[in-house]
């Protein structure tokens, strides 16, 4: 892909703008190509499909208890409407996750096969890994599910069920090794396993034990910052600010365009289509997935106001972008060199 330190012809951009990537390398390049030159892209690269919105843990960082809407499973239509489509127009990576857990939809293990039988490259689950059943593990691992990340905070079942408040830290080591059982049984290189864990209030020497704890374990251990929620998750009771490692940039008077609005667009479970993987009400919906089709949503105008309002820092203080401070948040994060003193 041409770098972009280089002058663009218009017909480029219109190529670069109509591409479709076919392998990891492609997506990871094109993503940053569509933020870095705020590219009208045909349709997203990643789309998120909601199983549900229901959740069976109360996580300290996660402000669950608050979210307004009903909680629901998603309709077979809305769910085989939004696989279809992302098949149909060339979206790289569907992620079976937003705001719930999405195996207490027993019917998620379905929506997995059907996407790979479209041919999606990339479908993936984010899970706590506490309510899957041990056929479905089986399951994930004969239909070909790319990629699994695995919520999984805390070395001890105390610290666990600290940070997640149910007692499933047994069980969750219980899925996991089932998982790789049924990986050695079918000879599958598949699914590709990540840990994902929320700073909370640990230190570097405790994240540093884990990840030495699990790092020959796993393909991947993702330390992820914490992000706000618009203030709004317990432990910010005790502990004041998120803790974001010093990595992410959270001013407001010099922000910049979300990346996610060039990015990513979530299907919710009632079938509200949304910009945004941190708004859990969807205020920010630029329709139903009854009425329209991901790409109309995406090129349509409620899209590119929202752009524009990101692009030139002008966001109206009634909509819920104005107080947000997880902006920073989707670029590059591992390896990121922490912010100078001036910059915090």
Known sequence: MKSINNMFAAYELRELAAFTPKNRQEYLDINQTAYNLKLNTRVPTTVHIEPTNKCNQTCVMCV???????????????????????AEFGVYAVHFFFFGEPFLNRKTVDYIRIAKQKGIPLVSV??????????????????????????????SREKYEAIRGTDSYERVLRNIERLYHYKAKHKSEKPW????????????????????????KVNSIHIS??????????????????????????????????RQ????????????????????DGELSLGNIRDMTIAEAWQGDKMLDLRAQHITNRIPSDCVCDKCIDWDWSGRVVDRPKLKDDDA
Request: with cysteine.
């Open 126 to 155: 984010t899970t706590n890994f506490t309510s899957i059943k041990d056929a479905e593990i089986e399951r994930l691992v004969v239909d070909g599910l790319d990629s699994i990340h695995i919520s999984f905070e805390g070395l």
């Open 193 to 216: 396993v990540s840990l994902t864990y929320v700073r909370t209030e640990e230190t570097d020497e405790q994240i540093e034990t884990f990840q030495s704890t699990w790092k020959d």
């Open 225 to 258: 910052p914490q992000f706000d929620y618009l203030g709004r998750a317990p432990i910010r009771e005790t502990q004041g600010d998120p803790n974001s490692e010093s990595i992410l940039d959270r001013s407001s008077d010099d922000r910049l365009a979300c």
């Open 64 to 86: 669950h208890p608050d979210m307004q809407r009903p909680v629901t499973f998603i309709d077979d239509d809305i769910a085989l409407k939004a696989i279809d489509q992302c």
């Open 261 to 280: 609005l060039w990015l990513r667009l979530v299907v919710l479970s009632n079938g509200e289509l949304v910009p945004c993987s941190q708004n859990i």
